[in-house]
């Protein structure tokens, strides 16, 4: 009944009509008076009727009522606003900054929820009309179109109806500049599309867009500029640009051959700067750096040794006892460097390695335990002289503990093999 009344109020057309729109934006905030709400007769024909009238003030109530719906989880409510979606696309070039937002936040919010609005948006014009909005000078604007973009992009239906429509328009190169003008201009929208450029690059195997935009050289160069501004004053939430920003690279580089792009030492040396500061307070970009310093050393020759010459060994070995899933990493890094050969292998071995490995043999985590032996199948490889310097410090009864456990026990018994063998067999 209650419910009712309110939609009565809002259609008598009498004075206090703004009155009554904001008593009913009010009851939306409950999800069960949403649910009702959608389901009397004529009640989002009403909304969209003031939504679309000629009086400014009415219009916004209208848009707060939407956005009210806008949040329901029950996709019945979403759906029940699919006649409003082609007026919420044609007001983004609204004539007040607060309506736009609110018709930005109202579309994401429904996007959310529901496949038969994307379906419908889609041929409404929705990339074109983000396309246009991203160009807006307002911040408030720009993270509403980057919320709207997040949410399509995370559609499971994005990688062959979104990702390739909004590839094909100018979106790209201007999210590109907005993360990369984060530090500067707005935090908020920069890591809304850092997200999003995220999201089409690990749902998208050919980043031939992307990287004709130069997205590598220009992600490198925000990590070197977001390490120099950390000791001084980092800006609230840096970890929140940081993150997506790490697995865009690392994925990029991951995905395709940029041998000529990664040539830069100084990359190296900026994520060993994010990790130290990150370390304490936002462990989780501890494993976000050594993603991307594995995808940089993982084939490239030029990475292991300026790491090596640079001496950020130490810091790397340091990493060692900060996570199992940070051990797994670093011993993965580690692997990429030994694998070049005796020269790199003899590098390692005087930073006093073989004892660090020890008490990564005893962890209960067969991954870590995996990664350690295949280092030290490496390190035997190429410096034999090792097994000889690992047995000194009891490395033969490290190994044989591994003997039964059904997936390491072949590994464990070839180092065990070439453990026990007389030196200079």
Same mark, same amino acid.
């Given at each position: ?13 009498s ?16 999800e069960?008076?949403?649910q ?11 909304l969209? #009727? ?9 219009? =916004?109530?209208?848009?707060?009522c939407l ?9 019945a409510?979403?759906?029940a ?9 044609t ?5 007040s900054?607060e309506?736009?937002?609110? +018709?930005?936040?109202? &579309? ?6 529901s496949?038969a609005?994307?379906k ?8 074109p009309?983000?396309?246009s +909005? ?9 993270e ?7 949410q399509? =992009? ?8 979104i990702?390739p ?12 500049r907005?993360v ?11 890591v ?20 004709a ?8 160069? =925000?990590?070197?500029?977001?390490a120099?501004?950390i000791?001084q ?5 840096l970890?929140?640009l ?15 051959? +940029?041998?000529?792009?990664?040539q830069?030492?100084?990359?190296l040396?900026?994520?060993? &700067?994010?990790?130290?500061?990150f ?7 501890v494993?976000e750096?050594?993603w991307l ?7 490239d020759?030029?990475s292991?040794?300026a790491?090596?010459?640079?001496d ?5 070995l340091? &990493?060692l ?5 940070a051990a797994? &990493?670093v ?10 050969g ?11 390695l073989?004892?660090?490995?020890l ?9 870590a335990v995996?990664? +350690?032996l295949? =280092?030290?199948h ?7 002289e090792?097994?000889?310097?690992f ?20 590994r464990?018994?070839?180092l ?6 007389p030196p #200079?067999?």
């Amino acid at each position: 009944g209650q419910v009712l009344e309110l939609l009565r109020g809002v259609q008598r057309g009498s004075e206090d009509r703004k009155r009554s729109l904001g008593r009913l934006r009010w009851a939306l905030q409950n999800e069960e008076t949403q649910q009702k709400f959608v389901r009397l007769d004529g009640s989002i024909r009403t909304l969209t #009727g003031l939504f679309t009238s000629s009086l400014a003030e009415l219009q =916004l109530e209208a848009a707060r009522c939407l956005h009210e719906l806008s949040h329901s989880s029950v996709p019945a409510v979403a759906e029940a606003c699919l006649p409003v979606t082609s007026y919420l696309l044609t007001y983004l070039s609204g004539h007040s900054l607060e309506f736009t937002e609110l +018709c930005l936040y109202t &579309l994401g919010n429904l996007v959310v929820e529901s496949e038969a609005v994307r379906k419908q948006l889609l041929p409404q014009g929705v990339i074109p009309v983000l396309a246009s +909005c991203i160009q807006s000078p307002h911040e408030a604007v720009l993270e509403g179109v980057g919320y709207v973009l997040s949410q399509l =992009l995370q559609a499971k239906e994005a990688p062959t109806e979104i990702i390739p429509l909004v590839l094909d328009s100018v979106l790209p190169q201007h999210m590109l500049r907005l993360v990369c003008s984060g530090l500067k201009a707005g935090m908020g929208a920069a890591v809304e599309f850092a997200w999003c450029l995220h999201y089409i690059i690990c749902r998208h195997n050919d980043n031939v867009v992307l990287l004709a935009l130069g997205a590598v050289p220009a992600l490198t160069s =925000l990590l070197l500029d977001l390490a120099a501004e950390i000791p001084q004053d980092a800006p609230e939430g840096l970890e929140l640009l940081v993150c997506p920003v790490l697995r865009c690279l690392s994925n990029l580089l991951a995905q395709t051959d +940029c041998q000529g792009q990664r040539q830069d030492g100084r990359l190296l040396i900026a994520l060993f &700067l994010i990790l130290q500061c990150f370390l304490q307070q936002h462990p989780f970009l501890v494993q976000e750096c050594l993603w991307l310093l594995n995808n940089l050393t993982a084939d490239d020759p030029f990475s292991c040794s300026a790491l090596l010459s640079l001496d950020l060994l130490p810091a790397l070995l340091q &990493l060692l006892t900060c996570s199992q899933m940070a051990a797994v &990493l670093v011993l993965t890094v580690l692997c990429n460097i030994a694998e070049k050969g005796p020269f790199q292998c003899q590098q390692l071995l005087q930073q006093p390695l073989l004892p660090r490995l020890l008490p990564l043999l005893a962890l209960p985590d067969p991954e870590a335990v995996g990664q +350690c032996l295949e =280092l030290l199948h490496l390190l035997f490889l190429h410096c034999p002289e090792a097994a000889a310097d690992f047995t000194r410090h009891g490395g033969h009864q490290a190994l044989e503990q591994h003997q039964s456990t059904p997936e390491l026990q072949e590994r464990a018994q070839a180092l065990l093999d070439v453990v026990r063998q007389p030196p #200079g067999a």
